[in-house]
């Protein structure tokens, strides 16, 4: 059912069948590697090159999802996918190995929630049995596409941030007991004029905000109906302009209501900068360490707003400014 | 030692310079590096770099200001001897041997070495 111009609430909430987390040697030392399924052992993963890694990556985190669902590539009925890399062919040699019918998106960093939002609408209409919403990122292959590759060890301002090597998959169906996806709110793209690709959190702050309050008019909820609304990847620094911009708005969050995925994921490790980001960050944030404290009971409603930057290298390079968006998702777990 | 000191003052003055480009002026690593070497080009062009190059020695031949000073230094000596046509013989007559070198020793690295990401 729409709700205002761009809300959808699912009369059939969708549930979560399986969800995983796969991340990269670097993230088995983060703050919440104990919400992970795996990790790999290095950036490489046997692989020749970091684009191949990250493949490895999504095909991981699919076969996760799968073997926890005790589900069969053959019972997928779509596969929602999308990545980082030039026309997201991370996702698209994903899929080509796993034979389910596919549907590539790209929405940046957003796109977890974006996959997670068209996945639940398939399912609650009726269009699926089973759907399976992917997306992974690489930290290697991200640095050479949108900045410098790594190894010509260019100096980064304190707003940078750290993608995210890794991958989440998650699994709906319209039956289970897991946790339920009640509602979405698909985003506009703001764009602020920001032009630095090392301080996209600040690009992204203003669309988050947007999407957020959007949704809390469309759904008519006040901000204390969740017990948690999380932003995808600011970093510190986009973190505390939303915090501003709420406060301008006159929105008031009560403490520990608000955070990013993108601070949770490292920490205020200085090897980060201005903390995660990527594709991978929302997703494994979401499917692992959130979906992880909604099984505990100690979180029951959350919001999830994925933020993505919606620039190419090409277009930075032409010093166009940092179009960002930002999708959310409401999940309910109650047992 | 007071060369060392000299060349310590105006090699550091240059990279902090390069620093502020890039941290005040929000300047990107590649912007600062090409501004860094038209700036030694036009140093060059108006006759300073050399005397810099006196004063602090390795302090000014160091970094990459002295690269642009260097492609307008041979740009110039084959334009003497052949004219016009010697600005574009000459521009790489005096750095070729760096450039030349970046790109064969990074060949034999990466054949050698992969990148840690």
Known sequence: MLLG???????????????????????SKCQIAEDFDQFTSDLWMEQDSFEKAEVKLLELACAKALEKAGLKNDDINFLLSGDLDNQITSSSFAARGLHIPYLGIFSACSTSMESLALASKIVDNNGANYVMAATASHNAAAEKQFRYPTEYGAQKPPTAQWTVTGAGAVILGKQGNGPRIISAT??????????????????????????????????????????????GDLGFTGYSIVQDLFRKKGI??????????????????????????????????????????????????????ATGALLSPMSYQQKESIPGIAHAVSIEYIQ | MEQFIRAFLVGGAICAIGQVMMDVFRMTPAHTMTALVAAGAVLGGLGWYDKLVDFAGAGATTPILSFGNSLLKGALAEAEMHGLIGVLTGIFEITSAGISSAIIFGFLAALVFKPKG
Not at chain 1, 8 to 20: C, E, K, M, T, Y
Not at chain 1, 212 to 227: A, G, K, M, R, S
Not at chain 1, 271 to 276: E, L, N, T, Y
């Open chain 1, 252 to 305: 008031c969050l009560k403490k520990n209501l608000y955070v990013d995925c993108g601070t949770i994921i490292y920490g205020k490790d200085p090897k980060v900068f201005s903390g995660a980001s990527g594709c991978a960050c929302s997703a494994i944030v979401t499917y692992g360490h959130f979906l992880n404290r909604m099984r505990r009971g100690e979180l029951k409603r959350i919001l999830v707003a």
């Open chain 1, 5 to 27: 111009r761009q809300s959808w609430l699912f009369d059939n909430s969708p549930r979560i069948i399986a969800a995983a987390a796969v991340g990269g040697p670097f993230e």
């Open chain 1, 186 to 231: 698909i985003g506009k793209v703001v764009d602020m004029g920001i032009s630095d690709p090392f301080n996209m959190g600040a690009a992204m702050a203003p669309a988050a905000v947007d999407t957020i309050e959007t949704h809390l008019n469309e759904l008519n909820v006040e901000p204390d109906y969740y017990d948690l609304i999380a932003t």
